[in-house]
């Protein structure tokens, strides 16, 4: 007897098709002596797999087949992770032994008590209206099973969903803890499931399925509130506007400033004054975050722009990715939201010098000897630094002598390919003991919400300023003369590159936008200018 059930496996945030096979021979001779196998290239979560379903099979009353038992996960030639593929082995041998299956009886081995279907569903909280027996073959399943029988959540929910709406399954069975996330994906039945018995009950007809509900995105993403108010920082009325020509143009900032100025702060502060998620950029991230097992139990969509701060002894396989099975690191943890990374010049050269290719390309490939991956990794990177390993600014000769050596730490591609460098001061005694002052995150939002809204209307794409190449820059961000001989000096007397020259032109075209000034003048060019304060200095 062979019964086949669909499942998926995950190839970074992708899910593709796994088939489970399972194979019974009862005319097997001596079967106690023959241990259940399981083949196709399985892990050892996956190995262990036979002894929590034995157990589980057990706790809910069903007996474990005799005979030779052998189960394939195919394609035989992809290695298989995790323990998802509990819930589809345990189904395929009740569905061997007719306990469930499209022309098997319609009942369910339930314990003596809840002998009663109606009783049983009323337990789990629903009323009994038979249904009829659904068909598992038009099903993807997954789901890790205590020794009990309860069925765990599991990673990559959403990338199960897509997957089965893209190959026209009818739906998916999972754990109910994931059907929330599943189901933000519509078009399909998302079918939760708490236990083995009550999966065994939906799909032979004696059990209500609970089928979750498409979320609604859009209302959940406008409810969404900012972390932090920028009112909160006192001072630095300087990088708060910094701050939001980042915003309103994508761009990649840099703050350089003694200790205790605020710096962490305000980053964390930023994605309030950043738009709002869309429903598409919310599905991406979430989707991300699904299939690294970092949503909260019942939690079905990430509704703000995430902000990841890595501690700067994280490796490069933590922040890019990576792994003998690929995983997302925190730069595409941070996809359309920040990267926060604090001490920058204390990172280790390495991990810094792996940014250079996502900040261009706004994705990561991980290579492997069976393949590439790439993983999305549109993110803004806002770093922050003390100008002296003691954390206070240099004042003499010696110091500013280990001024030089700190920022040496930063190589010049680096920075080139941040948009802003901006000093963030010590804040005077008298401004920290009055009353908070100073711009709001609502008066930032404003501003920077009606620069996106003229690059949307100019660009007719949601493509923010910081992405424009430079032969859109030479029809959509024209400078006049007085401003065209300022960026030729600043290019001579500072020495600057030809990434700096785009990226000065695409922040000048950025305060423009946000001046509401269709040409790019001289006072936006000089502003622009003043934001390569490391230029001069390294």
Same mark, same amino acid.
């Given at each position: 007897m062979? #019964?086949r059930?669909?499942s998926?496996l995950l %190839?970074?945030?992708d899910a593709q098709g +796994?088939e489970?096979?399972?194979a019974?021979d009862?005319?097997?001779?001596?079967? *106690?002596k023959v241990r259940?196998?399981?083949?196709g290239l399985p892990d050892?979560?996956?190995?262990e797999?036979?002894?929590?379903?034995?157990a589980?099979?057990? &706790? +809910?009353?069903?007996?474990?087949?005799?005979g030779?038992?052998?189960?394939?996960?195919a394609p035989?030639?992809?290695?298989?992770?995790?323990?998802?593929?509990?819930?589809p082995?345990?189904l395929g041998?009740?569905s +061997?032994l007719?306990i469930?299956g499209r022309e098997?009886?319609?009942r369910t081995?339930v314990?003596?008590e809840l002998?009663d279907?109606?009783?049983f569903?009323?337990?789990?909280?629903?009323?009994?209206?038979p249904?009829g027996?659904?068909d598992?073959?038009?099903?993807?399943?997954?789901?890790?099973?205590a020794?009990?029988?309860?069925?765990r959540?599991?990673?990559?929910a959403?990338?199960?969903?897509?997957l089965a709406?893209?190959?026209?399954?009818?739906g998916?069975i999972?754990?109910?803890?994931?059907a929330?996330?599943a189901?933000i994906?519509?078009g399909?039945?998302v079918?939760? !499931?708490?236990?083995? %018995?009550?999966?065994?009950?939906?799909?032979?007809? !004696?059990?209500?399925?609970? /089928?979750a509900?498409?979320p609604?995105?859009?209302?959940?993403?406008?409810?969404?509130?900012?972390?932090i108010?920028f009112?909160?920082?006192?001072?630095?009325?300087?990088v708060?506007?910094?701050?939001?020509?980042?915003?309103?143009?994508?761009h990649?900032l840099?703050?350089?400033?003694?200790?205790?100025?605020?710096?962490?702060?305000?980053?964390?502060?930023?994605?309030?004054i950043?738009?709002?998620?869309?429903?598409? *950029?919310?599905i991406?991230?979430?989707?991300?975050?699904s299939?690294?097992g970092?949503?909260d139990p019942?939690q079905?969509?990430?509704?703000?722009r995430?902000?990841r701060?890595?501690?700067?002894?994280?490796?490069?396989?933590?922040?890019?990715?990576?792994g003998?099975?690929?995983?997302p690191?925190?730069i595409?943890l &941070?996809?359309?939201? /920040?990267l926060?990374?604090?001490e920058?010049?204390?990172?280790p050269r390495?991990?810094?010098?792996?940014l250079?290719q996502?900040?261009?390309?706004?994705?990561?490939?991980?290579?492997?000897?069976?393949?590439?991956?790439k993983f999305?990794a549109?993110f803004?990177? /806002?770093a922050?630094?003390?100008p002296?390993p003691?954390?206070d600014?240099a004042t003499?000769g010696?110091?500013? &002598?280990a001024?030089?050596r700190?920022l040496?730490?930063?190589s010049?591609?680096?920075?080139d390919?941040?948009d802003?460098?901006? *000093?963030a001061?010590?804040?005077p005694w008298?401004?920290?003991?009055?009353?908070?002052?100073?711009?709001s995150t609502?008066?930032?939002?404003?501003?920077v919400l009606?620069a996106?809204?003229?690059?949307h209307?100019?660009?007719?794409v949601l493509?923010p300023?910081?992405?424009?190449?430079?032969?859109q820059l030479?029809?959509l961000? /024209?400078?006049d003369d007085d401003?065209? %001989?300022?960026?030729?000096?600043a290019?001579t007397e500072?020495?600057?590159s030809?990434r #700096?020259?785009?990226?000065?032109?695409r922040? #000048?075209?950025?305060?423009a936008?946000?001046?509401?000034?269709d040409?790019? *003048?001289?006072?936006?060019?000089?502003?622009?200018?003043?934001?390569?304060l490391?230029?001069r200095k390294?």
């Amino acid at each position: 007897m062979i #019964a086949r059930i669909q499942s998926y496996l995950l %190839t970074g945030i992708d899910a593709q098709g +796994c088939e489970i096979e399972v194979a019974i021979d009862p005319t097997d001779e001596q079967p *106690e002596k023959v241990r259940p196998s399981i083949v196709g290239l399985p892990d050892s979560a996956v190995k262990e797999s036979l002894d929590r379903v034995r157990a589980a099979l057990t &706790a +809910c009353g069903y007996n474990f087949p005799g005979g030779r038992v052998v189960i394939n996960l195919a394609p035989a030639d992809v290695r298989k992770e995790g323990p998802v593929y509990d819930l589809p082995v345990a189904l395929g041998m009740l569905s +061997c032994l007719a306990i469930v299956g499209r022309e098997s009886k319609p009942r369910t081995v339930v314990p003596k008590e809840l002998q009663d279907s109606a009783a049983f569903a009323k337990l789990e909280g629903r009323e009994h209206t038979p249904h009829g027996p659904l068909d598992l073959r038009k099903f993807l399943v997954a789901g890790e099973l205590a020794l009990d029988g309860r069925i765990r959540p599991i990673k990559g929910a959403i990338a199960l969903a897509a997957l089965a709406k893209s190959q026209g399954c009818a739906g998916i069975i999972l754990p109910a803890e994931n059907a929330t996330e599943a189901a933000i994906v519509g078009g399909i039945d998302v079918i939760g !499931v708490r236990t083995l %018995t009550e999966t065994v009950g939906v799909l032979n007809g !004696v059990i209500e399925p609970n /089928v979750a509900p498409a979320p609604d995105a859009l209302s959940m993403l406008t409810t969404a509130a900012p972390p932090i108010d920028f009112l909160e920082v006192r001072g630095q009325e300087g990088v708060k506007r910094a701050m939001m020509i980042a915003a309103a143009g994508s761009h990649n900032l840099l703050m350089l400033g003694p200790a205790g100025t605020g710096k962490t702060m305000m980053a964390k502060a930023l994605p309030g004054i950043l738009p709002p998620l869309t429903p598409e *950029e919310a599905i991406d991230i979430t989707r991300i975050y699904s299939s690294a097992g970092m949503l909260d139990p019942g939690q079905g969509l990430v509704t703000t722009r995430p902000v990841r701060t890595p501690h700067h002894t994280a490796s490069a396989q933590a922040i890019v990715g990576g792994g003998a099975i690929p995983r997302p690191g925190e730069i595409s943890l &941070a996809h359309h939201g /920040v990267l926060f990374l604090d001490e920058l010049p204390e990172f280790p050269r390495v991990v810094l010098e792996t940014l250079r290719q996502p900040l261009e390309d706004h994705v990561v490939t991980i290579a492997r000897a069976s393949g590439s991956l790439k993983f999305p990794a549109s993110f803004m990177l /806002v770093a922050a630094m003390n100008p002296t390993p003691k954390g206070d600014m240099a004042t003499d000769g010696i110091s500013k &002598a280990a001024m030089e050596r700190y920022l040496s730490k930063l190589s010049g591609p680096l920075l080139d390919r941040i948009d802003l460098h901006v *000093e963030a001061p010590a804040v005077p005694w008298k401004e920290l003991s009055k009353a908070p002052t100073g711009t709001s995150t609502k008066e930032m939002r404003e501003i920077v919400l009606k620069a996106r809204t003229v690059q949307h209307t100019r660009q007719g794409v949601l493509t923010p300023n910081a992405r424009l190449s430079g032969k859109q820059l030479d029809v959509l961000a /024209v400078l006049d003369d007085d401003a065209r %001989t300022l960026l030729g000096q600043a290019m001579t007397e500072m020495g600057l590159s030809a990434r #700096a020259y785009d990226k000065i032109r695409r922040v #000048a075209r950025t305060i423009a936008d946000m001046d509401g000034s269709d040409r790019v *003048e001289m006072a936006h060019v000089s502003e622009a200018v003043q934001y390569r304060l490391l230029d001069r200095k390294v």
